[in-house]
Nanobody, 118 residues
Framework: VQLQASGGGSVQAGGSLRLSCAASGSISRISDMGWYRQAPGKQRESVALISLGGNRDYADSVKGRFTISRDNAENTVFLQMNSLKPEDTGVYFC?????????????WGKGTQVTVSS
């Protein structure tokens, strides 16, 4: 499984960005997908997750501002980020969970930088 993320950039506080992550390869076995971020000097944290069936889970810090969605036909997961804050700055990574028999494997895309200025 290969994941290609795009859509990062620099915006002012209050602005919006939309991230995309396209999966390729053995995509039929992908279940949950999600977005994580890592700020300078901090650990990577979960931002939003979406199951194959569309169930969503968000970090408290982004609830009401970010929306995760996926297009299973296009094998793509999106993250719409509104009302961005400087604390949203970081490198955003997408993740796909690959399921084979009873095992699950995490695949990560290369990060995309999001910078929010005050």
């Amino acid at each position: 499984v290969q994941l290609q993320a795009s859509g990062g950039g620099s915006v002012q506080a209050g602005g919006s960005l939309r991230l995309s992550c396209a999966a390729s390869g053995s995509i039929s076995r992908i279940s949950d997908m999600g977005w994580y971020r890592q700020a300078p000097g901090k650990q990577r944290e979960s931002v939003a997750l979406i199951s194959l069936g569309g169930n969503r889970d968000y970090a408290d810090s982004v609830k009401g501002r970010f929306t995760i969605s996926r297009d299973n036909a296009e094998n793509t997961v999106f993250l719409q980020m509104n009302s961005l804050k400087p604390e949203d700055t970081g490198v955003y990574f997408c993740k796909a969970i690959y399921v084979y028999l009873a095992a699950k494997f995490d695949y990560w895309g290369k990060g995309t930088q999001v910078t929010v200025s005050s």
